[in-house]
């Protein structure tokens, strides 16, 4: 039994969800989750929790986000991306390089965005995307993300292509769009590639036909990112015999806990997640997840 994280090279063409349920065929186990969505036209670092590692997803820390785009100038889309339908074109010929880097470092840093209709966005429990392919547009709130990098790789009218490194929470079709605009020539997103995601790499990927391939060798497991690497940003705390046999059943080292600051913490028993514990500022500790 695979415990832990793979990480997958989504193909275009497919949602995320396909990807879980081609795990969950490879894999012969219906304990299979992703940690966050990629769009079908995306591709790139799909992180896939097996067997305990879904029960670790809500532990993860993926604030840090990194993809390489292309984005095209001239067009505007109602999906914000070159798969919707065109509702203008403008030409930006004129459009030069010194113009494009202002646009984009004007947008690096704290900026707000509005979240596009197209996503999985819920108001009123429906995501907003289904209200969108209904032709509503309804009100939604702006939210502040950081983008910490918006490199400029390439450019060749009308396409510019660019490495973003971002908070979570950010939409690039959005940064595009928003990007056109400070341009006055719209723009869309045309390719997008997510290279990071918190502790996953690309450089650690695979595509579906290779874990295929590793399952029929039996060498799976030597491509699963194990529970404590993927948690590896929680402070350990390494469990004795005799805090090992408490914590099973129920009873937290309170006493160590208490000597460190309010947050969570992974408790190990040799290099075995047992259980992340949680402090609070009113030093109340409790067990959030115990791992089998």
């Not at 992180?47 to 532990?59: D, L, R, S």
Request: proline share 4%.
């Amino acid at each position: 039994m695979v415990d832990g994280f793979l990480v997958i090279d989504k193909p275009a063409g497919i949602s995320s969800h396909d990807v879980v349920n081609r795990v969950r065929r490879i894999l012969g186990t219906r304990k299979v989750g992703h940690t966050g969505t990629l769009d079908p036209f995306a591709t790139g670092v799909l992180p896939i929790a097996v067997g305990e590692g879904t029960k670790a997803i809500q532990f993860l820390d993926e604030g840090e986000k990194a993809y390489e785009a292309v984005i095209r100038l001239g067009l505007v889309t109602d999906t914000l991306d070159i798969t919707g339908a065109v509702l203008q074109e403008y030409d930006s010929a004129e459009v030069g390089q010194k113009q494009l880097l202002d646009a984009m470092a004007a947008l690096t840093g704290e900026i707000i965005q509005l979240p596009p209709m197209y996503s999985a966005i819920k108001q009123g429990g429906q995501p907003l995307y289904k209200l969108a392919r209904k032709g509503i547009e309804v009100e939604r709130p702006s939210r502040q993300v950081t983008i910490r990098c918006f490199e400029l790789l390439g450019f060749a009218m009308p396409l510019a292509t660019v490495r973003v490194c971002c908070s979570r929470g950010t939409y690039v079709r959005t940064l595009a769009d928003d990007l056109g605009k400070l341009l006055g020539c719209g723009a869309c997103l045309a390719e997008l590639r997510r290279t990071l995601s918190g502790p996953f790499r690309l450089a650690d990927a695979m595509t579906l036909e290779q874990l295929a391939s590793y399952v029929e060798q039996g060498a799976v497991q030597q491509h699963v990112i194990d529970l404590p690497a993927a948690l590896s940003h929680l402070e350990q705390i390494n469990l004795t015999e005799a805090e090992l046999q408490r914590l099973k059943n129920g009873i937290p080292p309170r006493d160590r806990l208490l000597e460190l600051q309010p947050g969570q913490f992974s408790l190990m028993y040799g290099q075995q997640l047992i259980a992340v514990a949680e402090q609070t500022h009113e030093r109340a500790i409790s067990l959030k997840r115990v791992f089998n």
